[in-house]
Structure formats: C-alpha cells, structure tokens
C-alpha cells in the first residue's frame, strides 16, 4: 500500500501510554520468570507446576468477551489506571506473603487467575484507547513502537534482571512488580483524552446482547474474520511449540540451559528487527499481504526448526521467526483498530483475542503427544501445518489488499487529546 505513514508524536498522551506499556513490560518479565522459579521450590509435582500456568490463562476463556464488553462502556483510562493499581496491591501483599514465608502453591494460581482477569479489561481497554491518542494512518507504527519497548523490558533488560534480584530475596521481583504496576497506574491516569463518542445503549441493553454485536461485526467483516481464524490456527501450533522446544533444545540438541536461553534470545531479537523493518514492509506490499507473508516465512522457518540439528541454525530459524512474528502482531492489531468503529473496538478485540487464544491449551497437548510418539523435531512441522493452513485461511481475505473502513462519523476516530 502506497503512501506515507505518519509517525505518532510522543507528546500528547502516546509518549505516557508507551512508558506505562514498557513498564508494565519490564514487570511482567520478572513476574513470569520468577512464578514458576517459585513454584519448583514449592513442589515438585509437575502437574501443580503446570496448573499454575493453565490458571494464567483461563480467565480468557471465561472472561475475555465480558471485558471487551465492559472496555466499551467505561472510560479506558481510568479503567486501565484502576486495573494497574489494584494489580500493584495484589502483587505487593503476594510479595509480603513470601517475604513471611507464606507462600503456596494455592496461592501461586489464585494471583495468576486473579491477575488474569483484570488483564481481560486492560488489554482491551489499551486496544481501544491506542485509537484516541494518535491518528488512524499512524496506528501501525504506534503499535510497532509499543510492542518493540515491550520486547525490550521484558526480553532484554527484565529476564537478565531477575537472578540478580533473586538474590536479594524471593520476594524481590514480586515487590519490583508491584510498584511498575503503581507507577503504570499514575501514568495513564495522567492522560487527559476525552472518551470516544459513543452511542447511547438502547433500553435494556445487557452485556450478552452487546458482547454478540461485537462478535456479529467480526464475523461480517472478511478480513478481521480470516484474520482470527489464521491466528486460532497459529496459536494452537504455537501451543505445540512453546510446549516442546525446551525438549527439542536441551534433548535432541543437547544444547543445555544455555542453548535454551539463546533460543529466547533469538526470538526477541528478531521480534526487535521486525518492529523496525514493518513499516518499510507495510509500505511496500499493504498490512494484509504484510501478514500473509509473516506466515509463510514462519512456516518455512518452523519446518527448519522440526529438522536442524545444529542450535546455530535453530538459532537462526528462530530469529527469524520472531521477526516475522512481530510483523504478524502488529498487523492484525492495527488492522482491527482501522476496521472496527471506536464503540465497539473493546469487544471486538475481546472477541478476536479470546477465539484466537482457546486453542493454545489444545496444542499443547497436540505437542506434547506428537513430542511422545514421533521425536522433540515433530511439534514444530505440526506447527508448520497450522501455519500454512493459517495462510491458506487468509487467502480469501487479502485479494485486493484491503482498504481501511472510513470512519462512520465521529464514531470511528476518537476526540484529540486535549
């Protein structure tokens, strides 16, 4: 697609969101590093390990949709500047329990559900704001901008950063957490953007009746609809994969720890290239074809990976792979915040986000038999299937790549910030 793409100007409200984004970035990685570091020292029973990870992710499957509906209804900045400080209270009375001596296991998986949750409203109400705070035509850098500072924090600088405050005590990164998540809070509550206009509920409007009007305008919309599809069928092959690799590095390459952590180094590395190269990309070939051909090269990098037998190569494959990975996410989410009108962003998000995540707990399980029966290599070629049949799904969608729906009104563009 043709034609300049605007940056978005860091002053204004994007500059505030950004920081409290990376922020958050940079506590999520200590927190996500540090649980199941926690968790081994608790029990060594592999399924409570693993219950604390699937209670991670639950609440998308039964919350996700009603905190798209409720990001619609409410202002998104006060919603997200509410949901960090009740997060940073919850993280730092966790951060107290262990520092006392008080932790468990039960404990470990009611804070993983509980925060969860509230993430269903956040990443909803963060998608529907994103639109308020910088123009349509440079909503694609804008997310590049954001989600690249996110990889920083959290690959980069928060998981090298978690032994070091390991040893200061168990509860150190916990209690670092807890405060990202309070200055998070104080940063977009400083934002001073008025509410997109909204139109007024009809009389008796409920949650059921307004989370199906989000998910009825995905459906009817083409693209966002081969996009969530393509994307359903990706997650359950990334749910094989993220399964598995460990046992592909540290089995069938014997690379150890150390080749483990290169392999997640790769990714993030890649991830960083492509926030950077997607806007050049983007210009060339339009966000559409943009996402198409992040997943045929990640299907070519992923039959790599299921056949390498050296960790340079896969080393390389999963560089790759990430890069192309950031230029899929960062597409298919400016692509559904230009295709959906700004009262009903919240819920098509929650819409796309929770159909696109259910089969992740399936390929998991798809990997970890595959893993059994065939060899560490086979999760990723049955990963690499999904991808093509995710690229096959979008096939129908992309043909001309497709225009940006215009604004109805005012409805689709949000106020400037004041």
Known sequence: MAGEVRAPAWRGGFGRLWSASVLSGFGDALRAAALPLLAVSLTDDPLLIASVTACGQLPWLLFGLIGGAVADRVDQRRAMGAVDAVRGLLVAGFAMAVALGHASIALLITLAF?????????????????????????????????????????????????????????????AVDAATFLVAAALVTSLRTAPPAREP?????????????????????????????????????????????????????????????????????????????NGRLVRRVGPLRAVFLAGAVQSGALVVMGTVRSLAVLVAALAVFGLMGMVWNVNTTTLMQQRSPAHLLGRVSSAFRTLACAGVPLGALLGGAVAGAWGPGAPSLLTAAFFVLAVAALIPARRPDVPVVAPQDDTATGHPVR
Do not use: K, W
């Open 114 to 174: 509980a925060l969860t949750t509230l993430q269903t409203l956040f990443d909803n109400a963060s998608t529907a704001l994103l639109p308020a705070l910088v123009d349509r035509e440079a909503l694609g850098v804008a997310n590049a901008r954001l989600m690249t500072g996110q990889r920083i924090a959290g690959g980069l600088v928060g998981a090298p950063v978690v032994p070091l405050l390991l040893a200061a005590g168990a509860a150190v990164p916990f």
């Open 201 to 277: 509920r009809a009389a008796g409007s409920t949650l059921r009746r307004e989370i199906t009007d989000g998910l009825r305008h995905l459906g009817r919309d083409g693209p966002l609809r081969g996009l969530c599809v393509a994307t359903a069928l990706c997650n359950i092959g990334m749910g094989a994969q993220l399964a598995t690799l460990v046992v592909l590095v540290t089995g069938r390459l014997d690379a150890g720890p150390a080749g483990y952590a290169a392999a997640g180094l790769a990714v993030t590395l890649g991830s960083l290239a492509g926030g950077l190269v």
